[in-house]
């Protein structure tokens, strides 16, 4: 079993930067690509990026390219979201997740382990 507490989410104004953490335990996710997806009020929670256990291959939504970043810590067994040039439509529940396998999946319903989220908001 792998549990995954996000934290870091918080009120921002329009251009801040947030960092958000997604630390597991349970077991170790060393050679699991981890994986973020956010969930806005009355939409889809949609794929925000993910970085292969090893950090050579992160995949970022073409919306989010060059502003959000995804870097990863095996020796904390920690994921990170840095997202900088925040917009209000960032606003959202953030998720992070690891997938049912040894892989790098896009779609959410590659993963079985979810963290409860973490709320963030950015204002105008």
């Known amino acids: 079993q792998v549990q995954l507490v996000e934290s870091g989410g918080g009120l921002v104004q329009a251009g801040g930067s947030l960092r958000l953490s997604c630390a597991a335990s349970g077991r170790t996710v060393r050679y699991y690509a981890m994986g973020w997806f956010r969930q806005a009020p009355r939409k889809e929670r949609e794929f925000v990026a993910v970085?292969?256990?090893?950090?050579?291959?992160?995949y970022a939504a073409d919306s989010l390219k060059g502003r959000f970043t995804i870097p990863r810590d095996n020796d904390k067994n920690t994921a990170y979201l840095q997202m900088n040039s925040l917009k209000p439509e960032d606003t959202a529940v953030y998720y992070c997740?690891?997938?049912?396998?040894?892989?790098?999946?896009?779609?959410?319903?590659?993963?079985?382990?979810w963290g409860q989220g973490t709320q963030v908001t950015v204002s105008s």
């Open positions: 997740a690891v997938p049912k396998a040894f892989y790098t999946p896009l779609q959410a319903n590659e993963y079985n382990y």
């Open positions: 970085i292969s256990w090893t950090g050579s291959t992160t």
